[in-house]
């Protein structure tokens, strides 16, 4: 799965010659992973980048001279290479922007000396993505958001989409819901796979580039059409008969919180028929069984293709048990999501 043909080559980049000295003494010692140059600022790294050829870029976005923002939309022009981009606390926002402008996933610093595994998994992660043929993927026969009449309205709770997304997942979300109208005729569900302190800043990103609204769910809350509520990474995820949704604690039991089985489950009891499950991007197997919950219960599953993921993982193992119906380029699912609203909403 992961590269291990040659040496994977790292940049890293940050203001901060400690944090830079960290990052190198982790990489240091794992096997296949060279550390092969640093860089300050955005600008050095733009230059570091052609000249080192790098696999995987680790970039800082509040930086002097240049921040992470211009520099990795002018790499991405360039020359085309992964990039993770690190943020602090206060930046988590940034770090959504860091994704519009062409990098691949986004990590928490004070995450790296305390979560080196974590580190080195996103590396031999990313180093394995073609990042032309992904853009070129994702972005290929896309409309203007919101284009054509808006589906006639529909009552709340009657459809549902739930969405399970892992790695690559923040910007295939963006994606679809920015192709969505402000009519969309149901309410839309998603467990994204995110630490801890993430998803108020990815609600916010995705806020601000679709007509739906977007809000980190609350417990009691009644799922209303046009409205898309993403599970808070702490807590458990599940919705009703009555549409409403409940969140409980985590169950320590599962590798994968939030688990996007729990919600997608619940959606499948809750829904049956009425449902229209979307994996993404992402890597392991969460998902899965709520996938295959809802097939059995008579929705409709999707996934998103191998073309158009960062990670082609979980919605792999979907498509290889059997349980997908349909598996599209990312291009195509939000089309396809207003049509199949359509066909249910006339009874086709």
């Known amino acids: 799965m992961w590269k291990s043909e040659k040496e994977i080559r790292v940049l890293v980049v940050d203001d901060s010659r400690q944090l830079r000295e960290l990052i190198c003494a982790v990489l240091g010692p794992e096997p296949g992973i060279t550390a092969v140059g640093e860089a300050a600022d955005g600008a050095e790294a733009i230059a570091k980048v052609i000249e080192l050829r790098p696999d995987v870029v680790i970039m800082d976005i509040e930086m002097p001279v240049m921040g992470g923002l211009e520099a990795i939309e002018r790499i991405i022009a360039r020359r085309p290479v992964p990039i993770l981009a690190m943020t602090d606390g206060s930046g988590v926002e940034m770090a959504f922007a860091a994704v519009s402008k062409g990098a691949l996933d986004v990590m928490e610093k004070p995450d790296i000396s305390g979560n080196a595994q ?6 031999r992660m990313l180093a394995n ?10 972005w290929r026969s896309v409309a203007s958001p919101g284009t054509g009449s808006a589906p006639r309205p529909h009552p709340a709770g009657e459809r549902i989409v739930a969405i399970a997304a892992s790695t690559g997942g923040p910007q295939a979300i963006q994606h679809i819901l920015s192709q969505l109208p402000a009519g969309f005729p149901a309410p839309v569900v998603i467990t994204q796979h995110m630490a801890e302190g993430f998803i108020p800043g990815l609600v916010d990103w995705l806020n601000s580039s679709t007509k739906l609204t977007v809000v980190v769910a609350g417990s009691g809350d009644h799922l209303t059409a046009g409205q898309v509520y993403v599970n808070p990474a702490q807590q458990a995820m599940r919705v009703t008969r009555q549409g409403v949704i409940i969140l409980g604690e985590r169950d320590p039991r599962l590798l994968y919180n939030p688990s996007c089985d729990t919600l997608l489950e619940a959606v499948a009891t809750a829904y049956g028929e009425r449902a229209i499950g979307l994996i993404l991007s992402g890597m392991g197997d969460d998902g899965v069984l709520g996938m295959q919950s809802i097939r059995n219960a008579g929705g409709v599953t999707m996934a998103q293709d191998e073309k158009s993921s960062v990670v082609f993982g ?3 193992v979907a498509v290889e048990r059997g349980c997908i119906d349909r598996s599209l380029p990312l291009s195509e699912i939000p089309a396809e999501l207003l049509a199949l609203i359509g066909r249910q909403m006339t009874g086709i």
């Open 118 to 123: 974590k580190l080195i998994q996103k590396i």
């Open 129 to 138: 993505v073609d990042v032309q043929a992904h853009h070129r993927a994702m």
């Open 314 to 316: 979980m919605n792999r």
